[in-house]
Every structure is written in structure tokens, then in C-alpha cells.
């Protein structure tokens, strides 16, 4: 996504955290009153996709975030994955994650994500795509007084 998209990000991100609160380590309640110049940086520090559905409204967001730090560049970690409730089940999730493997792909050497154990679909969906699990994180998140466990994922990029 461009600079000049960071509305349209905003208000999908923030749409993300309110209506699956358990999928992300982010709050509503913590990104909602963040200042403009907050999101600016979010998509200046990370690549940062969108997916339109047929509406042609923007339907989805991920991001790829790649340390800076030399020890750590090998490694990408896809984040902030969000479709909208109604475009769901249309392969959408599907062609962003893919669009970030292929972006990490140019520089790194493996790709990283958490997701939240009874998140099947996107646990599947994942699997699909060649991610292997390598550990659970019991209680990862705690939303309204439930806890909810995640799963550390990995996808090898070397050819």
C-alpha cells in the first residue's frame, strides 16, 4: 500500500481489531486512539498489502516486517492479516498471503507467524501454503478474560 492509502488502512485495521479482537496482538482500544502519523509509520516500516474484493472496496490487509538488525534479516514475519467478514471464502486471504511469500522470497530465508490455535481456517489455510508448525504459545492473548493460545509458524524460503 502507498502513503496515500493510509485512511483506507486505518479504517481496516481498526475494523479488524474491533471485530476479531482475539486475532491480533493489537487492541481497538489501543490503535483506535493512535494519531495519524502512528499508521504513516506502520506502512513505512513494513511492506504492506491489500486485497480488493469485487466490490471494489478494499477487503484485506497483511503485512511483512523484516528486521533491520544483521542477525535477524534472514527472517520475515507476515503480520496484521484481516478480511472483511463478507468477502471471506473467496481465496482472498490466500492471494495476499501468497503476494507475501513471494515479496519474501527477495530477501529473506524463512517466514514467521503466530496465529491463534482455534483460528482453523487460517490455520489451514497456512498449512496449505507450506507453513509448518514449530511450537504453541499456551495463553498467548488474553482478551475480556479468555485466553486464547497461538501457534509459531515456518516457512522455509531457500530454493
Known amino acids: 500500500m502507498l ?56 477487503a484485506g490487509i497483511a503485512g511483512l516486517r523484516i528486521s533491520k538488525k544483521e542477525k535477524l534479516r534472514h527472517k ?22 501468497s503476494l507475501i511469500i513471494e515479496t519474501a522470497k527477495e530477501t529473506t530465508e524463512e517466514l514467521l507467524l503466530t496465529v491463534v490455535a482455534s483460528n482453523i481456517p487460517a490455520v489451514n489455510l497456512y498449512k496449505a501454503l507450506g507453513f509448518i508448525e514449530y511450537g504453541i504459545e499456551p495463553r498467548a492473548l488474553k482478551v475480556q478474560g479468555t485466553y486464547y493460545d497461538e501457534l509459531l509458524m515456518l516457512l522455509r524460503l531457500e530454493t
Do not use: H
Not at 502512528?38 to 474484493?53: I, K, M, Q, R, W
Open 3 to 58: 502513503p496515500s492509502d493510509v485512511g483506507l488502512y486505518k479504517e481496516l485495521r481498526l475494523e479488524g481489531l474491533r471485530e476479531t479482537p482475539e486475532a491480533f496482538g493489537a487492541s481497538y482500544r489501543d490503535e483506535s486512539t493512535e494519531v495519524f502519523t502512528y499508521y504513516c509509520e506502520l506502512l513505512n516500516d513494513s511492506y504492506v498489502f491489500g486485497v480488493y474484493g469485487n466490490t471494489g472496496i478494499l
Open 76 to 97: 520475515g514475519t507476515l503480520w496484521g492479516m484481516y478480511i472483511k467478514s463478507e468477502a471471506r471464502g473467496n481465496g482472498l486471504a490466500k492471494q495476499l498471503a
